[in-house]
Nanobody
Framework: QQRLVDSGGGTVQSGDSLRLSCFAFGHSLEKLSVAWFRQVQDKEREFVAAVSWSGANTNYGASVKGRFTISKDNPKNAAYLQMNSLQPDDTAIYYC?????????????????????WGQGTQVTVSS
């Protein structure tokens, strides 16, 4: 059974860091792009970051650029999101997702409908 398992969320204070993990089971991430999205209740899912299948290309949402870093470890069949300088506005459920196809245009990486597999989500709560 193919599935993604994301983890690493928690409750932290403003300015702290967290590292989210996304592991794939039943399939390989080697030829897939991976992204992280986040969602707050009653709001649309927001693009956070994406990394290409090789790890050579990345894209970040404007609100996290410079604070978050996405990476991919193909031998471990995993992807990560390092989140630094967390703020209360970062509070959300974070989901990892995968897609195939070419990287460009980069705007495609920001669209949730382009991803075919999703993790169950991990809660991140940042208190002020």
């Amino acid at each position: 059974q193919q599935r993604l398992v994301d983890s690493g969320g928690g409750t932290v204070q403003s300015g702290d860091s967290l590292r989210l993990s996304c592991f794939a089971f039943g399939h390989s991430l080697e030829k897939l792009s991976v992204a992280w999205f986040r969602q707050v209740q009653d709001k649309e899912r927001e693009f956070v970051a994406a990394v290409s299948w090789s790890g050579a290309n990345t894209n970040y949402g404007a609100s996290v650029k410079g604070r978050f870093t996405i990476s991919k470890d193909n031998p471990k069949n995993a992807a990560y999101l390092q989140m630094n300088s967390l703020q209360p506005d970062d509070t959300a459920i974070y989901y990892c997702a995968t897609r195939g196809g070419i990287w460009n245009p980069v705007e495609r990486t920001e669209m949730a409908e382009n991803y075919f597999s999703w993790g169950q989500g991990t809660q991140v709560t940042v208190s002020s």
